[in-house]
């Protein structure tokens, strides 16, 4: 059977805005009728890192939480913590970033709260007993929500070929250990020309895993549980991440992610995808590139598969743009992410996906 996706396009007028479109698309997928009244609504998006300018404008998440509001819910804005040292790799720098990005209070109504705490240890571990994971480790306050409404700003992704709702979710909501979970089998490991024998991340580890051995840090692999908070503890960013996993072992990491995040919200998950400055890589950078297509529209679904396919054919049915760092495939039809990362097959994710029953591939587009 086809899932529904509600498609909104970006022409308005003096009878109905965007915002108005946006409602529509609401209404569309019945999230009013998702929650009860007094229960807890994670607004689950990517507030963007500093310098970067393509994730979804705050007036659009203003109008979700408007929504929520007006159905009885108590909605709250949230992300997880980044694996890398960025302008979100704690919950103190992450709010800042948010903030200085257009997230305030008088703009979108609603408070912040970073999902898994101030470093990134406020975890929850979801059993989900499938091929590569047995439990999966999740911001706890996405976990102990009542209901979930997905606002991802659909692009292009080195790792996933595109990311959209099961990125924002699989590794967005991943705590620090289960981002690096997904990325790596192995422990992180010291850089010793960068590392000064400073001892704090020593002092740091939890596990004892981490001595200095002639004044430079050494991380031992037994002791370590991959919380990858060594990480963000080096001042001089001296420990980093193994990046060792495949892409397809990483996209399936990232989807049974997804089914972590997505257990016990049956019927509670709101999925929308923003199709608006597609730019070519991750919204965790520092700057945006210029889109690679223009502007799609913006797109809802209960099925949280069925949105990323229907997202992604509609970028590649459009013309790429010339202008941008696309250099084939401009064609209506031709596939853009694979000319962005020709090593990525980024239909991996939305197959596997569809293996274990987070939804289908099949779709009905409905304009609204
Ligand atoms: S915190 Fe960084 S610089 Fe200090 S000992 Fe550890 S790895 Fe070396
Ligand atoms: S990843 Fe966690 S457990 Fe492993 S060395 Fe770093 S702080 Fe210790």
């Not at 912040?112 to 989900?128: F, P, S």
């Not at 430079?216 to 991959?226: E, M, N």
């Amino acid at each position: 059977m086809k899932s529904p996706v509600y498609f909104a396009d970006l022409r308005a007028g003096p009878n109905q805005n965007l915002i108005g479109k946006l409602k529509a698309l609401l209404d569309a997928v019945g999230l009013a009728e998702k929650f009860k009244k007094g229960a807890f609504v994670a607004v689950k998006l990517h507030f963007g890192e500093a310098g970067n300018t393509a994730y979804i404008r705050p007036v659009f998440i203003r109008k979700i939480v408007d929504h929520i509001k007006e159905a009885g819910g108590r909605p709250f804005l949230t992300d997880a913590n980044t694996l890398y040292v960025g302008s979100r790799r704690d919950s103190v720098d992450h709010l800042i970033t948010a903030i200085q990005n257009g997230f305030t209070y008088a703009v979108v109504d609603a408070p912040l709260i970073i999902a898994d705490g101030l470093r990134g240890g406020n975890e929850t571990a979801v059993k989900v007993d499938l091929k590569r994971f047995k439990r999966v480790y999740i911001g706890s306050e996405i976990v102990r929500a009542d209901a979930l409404v997905s606002a991802a700003h659909f692009k292009g992704h080195e790792l996933s070929g595109f990311g959209g709702t099961i990125k924002n979710l699989g590794m967005g909501c991943a705590s620090r250990k289960g981002k690096l979970a997904q990325h790596s089998t192995v422990s992180p490991k010291v850089k010793r020309k960068k590392c000064e024998g400073c001892g704090e991340c020593v002092e740091y580890c939890a596990q004892q895993a981490i001595s200095l051995v002639d004044e430079k840090a050494r991380i031992d692999p037994k002791k370590c549980v991959g919380c990858g908070e060594c990480i963000i503890v080096c001042p001089n960013q001296a420990i980093q991440i193994q990046w060792d996993q495949a892409i397809p072992a990483f996209l399936e990491n990232m989807v049974e992610y997804t089914a972590g995040v997505l257990k016990g919200k049956n019927g509670a998950a709101t999925f929308l995808n923003f199709i608006t400055q597609v730019s070519p890589a991750c919204d965790c950078y520092p700057h945006n590139d210029t889109p690679i297509v223009n502007d799609i529209g913006i797109v809802a679904s209960n099925d949280p598969v069925a949105i990323d396919q229907a997202s992604a054919d509609l970028v590649n049915q459009a013309q790429g743009r010339k202008d941008s760092c696309l250099t084939k495939n401009f064609q209506s039809g031709k596939d853009k992410f694979r000319a962005l990362y020709p090593n990525v097959d980024w239909e991996i994710q939305l197959e596997y996906a569809e293996r274990i029953g987070l939804g289908t591939r099949a779709y009905e587009l409905e304009a609204i």
